[in-house]
Nanobody
């Protein structure tokens, strides 16, 4: 069983930057594909970014490309989501996810583990 704990959310202004972190435990971290999804009020959970176990492969949603980056520190069992130039439409609960295989990473199906989420609110 893998436990995921997100941190770093809060209220920010449009144009600001914020970094989220997700600490994992319960399985060798480098064996996990890690990702971030978000769910805005009244909307479905959507894919944001993912990173392979080695950190060498990344996938970004078009809506966040050039503004968000994902990274991981396997020594600290932590994955990060660096968000910059935030917009009000980025307001959502951000969820950290973990899965064992790269296939199907943009779908919520197949992600084996989820954190409880952290709210990011971007005011205009």
């Amino acid at each position: 069983q893998v436990q995921l704990v997100e941190s770093g959310g809060g209220l920010v202004q449009a144009g600001d930057s914020v970094r989220l972190a997700c600490a994992a435990s319960g399985r060798p971290f480098s064996t996990l594909v890690m990702g971030w999804f978000r769910q805005a009020p009244g909307k479905e959970r959507e894919f944001v970014l993912a990173i392979s176990g080695s950190g060498n492969t990344k996938k970004y949603a078009d809506s966040v490309k050039d503004r968000f980056t994902i990274s991981r520190d396997n020594a600290k069992n932590t994955v990060y989501l660096q968000m910059s130039r935030l917009k009000p439409e980025d307001t959502a609960v951000y969820y950290c996810g973990a899965k064992l295989y790269w296939a199907g990473i943009t779908s919520t199906e197949g992600w084996n583990y989820w954190g409880e989420g952290t709210l990011v609110t971007v005011s205009s």
